[in-house]
Nanobody
Framework: VQLQASGGGLVQQGGSLRLSCAVS????????MRWYRQAPGKQRELVAG???????NYADSVKGRFTISRENAKNTVYLQLNSLKPEDTAVYYC??????????????WGQGTQVTVSS
């Protein structure tokens, strides 16, 4: 199973980006899908998550600015980033939790995509 993240880049403060993360390979069931980020010198933090029933949750720092969504037919999760701030600068990682046909939990990480917001 591989997760391919894309959509990062350099944007000015107040701008927008849309991140995508596509899951490929053999995965029986995709459950929660999440985006994390890690800024230089800081710990990785959860940015947003979406459950298999489309229940979403967000870090307080991004509420009202970021939107997570998923397209189950494509096993893809998106993160729309609006009103970007310099403090949003980080490497963004997608994370997928799934399960095998025998009910065993699995977890996968994408390779990360850099988001840089200039002031």
């Amino acid at each position: 199973v591989q997760l391919q993240a894309s959509g990062g880049g350099l944007v000015q403060q107040g701008g927008s980006l849309r991140l995508s993360c596509a899951v490929s390979g053999s995965i029986f069931r995709v459950n929660a899908m999440r985006w994390y980020r890690q800024a230089p010198g800081k710990q990785r933090e959860l940015v947003a998550g979406i459950s298999s029933s489309d229940i979403t949750n967000y870090a307080d720092s991004v509420k009202g600015r970021f939107t997570i969504s998923r397209e189950n037919a494509k096993n893809t999760v998106y993160l729309q980033l609006n009103s970007l701030k310099p403090e949003d600068t980080a490497v963004y990682y997608c994370n997928v939790r799934g399960s095998t046909m025998f009910g065993r939990s699995t977890e996968y990480w994408g390779q990360g995509t850099q988001v840089t917001v200039s002031s």
